[in-house]
């Protein structure tokens, strides 16, 4: 499972910083958070490709979020896409998005579904889940949990036990299926451990610290926070419905999260160490997120 940053920017790019967008590359596929300017030319340099890309999910409406779909789209269109492509986001994503295919001309041969979203469970697969929560920025903003399904252990030994041939019955059993052997019907249970907690991590959007986002990322392995200010600007992130790297920092303390990454950094800051500084005054495993940086996941 790998955590890539495509874009750490806030409303204004930067020579170092692109746009908003997170790629995490799990589950056979490519999960797209937030979709700035630039997205598909920052996966270009790191080889991944959009047509992998089965599912976006938009945190909110401003343009530094959204302006990358456009040239995604039609890029999958130029490749041949015949798959689906789910699009998720606040009230007003399909709107942006029937404006989006009426942009110029171009031909696809593929579906775009969009969800408008109001919170709860959005995705409930075999391997992970994904729920999001309303939190507080200037217009709805939405932030996402994605919870890795981790199966319990395979007791090898207690299969044995109970005369199961090593084989074919053994990934039956550990996928969730009775086998028959000698007549005997052995259930999962019989040979699986106990449940294990998988990986979790939130992504926040922009937005203020809120109680939403800190029951959303109780336990989180990553929490991803927005950090468009330092500590001395309180007011400024207060007025612009944004949050400062302590104010993460101290969201991360509250739901207990193993590791804080700041993102939406403000091009005012041309040293990001100064954040990264200001938050681990608070919580300690805070680090700032910078464009391409690669976050393998365990």
Known sequence: MELIFLGTSSAVPSKYRNHS?????????IILFDCGEGTQRQMVQLKLSPMKVNNIFITHLHG???LGIPGIIQS?????????LNIYGPPGIAMVI???MNLGYFTLNFNIEVHEIDGGILIDEKEYAIECAKTEHSIPNFSYSIIEKKKPRFLRK???ELGIEPGPDFGKLHAGTSVEVNGKI???????????KGIKIVYSGDTRPCDALIDLAMDADILIHESTFQADSPDKAEETCHSTAQEAANVALQARAKKLILTHISTRYKKSKILEKSAKE???????????MVVKVK
């Open 64 to 66: 530094d979020h959204i």
């Open 158 to 160: 207690k299969a044995l």
């Open 282 to 292: 608070i919580f300690k495993n805070s680090m700032v997120a910078e464009d391409l």
């Open 186 to 196: 052995i259930k999962p249970e019989d040979v699986l451990g106990e449940p294990r």
């Open 21 to 29: 967008a997170i790629a995490l590359k799990a589950f056979g596929e």
């Open 98 to 100: 029937d404006s989006i």
């Open 76 to 84: 999958m269109g130029f490749r041949g896409r015949k798959e689906k």
